[in-house]
């Protein structure tokens, strides 16, 4: 409904149909529903997991000598872990934007052995790294994709 002004007036209230609470609410339950596909969950226990692994890589693969490496990759996983929770609870609408981050994560988890340790990295460091980096990689592009297809087909139903 408009508001009803005077003539030579203007209304402060807000048309926009976008803050309506019913729409916020479908959005939530469209976020909701997204985030419990099998591929949403598989995606998120797989990041979860490949952030894990890179927090202990230096322990699981016994590089701990590498001190720099070993602090700098537990940081980095732990961070990449908890944006992948993030993506796991009901804010996936908004949390699915920071797969950009992960991204910078998984790629900085490919380049740290030579970046951190410069000519000191081992075969071990090298694999371990980029094998979790790329999978750091591609599972922050998935994530990613399945935003930006939740927001492609919300753009379609607002059309209809």
């Given at each position: ?28 339950d ?36 590498f001190?720099?490496?070993a ?42 052995p ?47």
């Amino acid at each position: 409904m408009a508001a009803h002004t005077s003539p030579g007036t203007t209304s402060s209230t807000s048309d926009s149909i976008d803050q309506h609470p019913d729409i916020m609410a479908l959005r939530r339950d469209h976020s909701e529903r997204a985030a419990s596909t099998p591929m949403a969950q598989a995606v998120e226990g797989l990041a979860i997991l490949a952030g894990l692994y890179l927090a202990g890589s230096a322990w699981i693969i016994g590089f701990t000598a590498f001190t720099p490496l070993a602090i700098t990759n537990l940081i980095a996983g732990l961070a990449f872990a908890l944006l992948a929770m993030g993506y796991a609870n009901s804010a996936y609408e908004r949390m699915h934007g920071l797969s950009w981050a992960a991204l910078g994560i998984g790629v900085w988890a490919i380049i740290a052995p030579w970046v951190i340790t410069g000519s000191f990295a081992t075969m071990h460091t090298i694999w371990s790294n980029c094998v979790i980096g790329g999978v750091m990689v591609l599972l922050s592009l998935v994530t990613a994709a399945l935003g930006a297809g939740r927001s492609r087909a919300r753009g379609r139903s607002r059309r209809t």
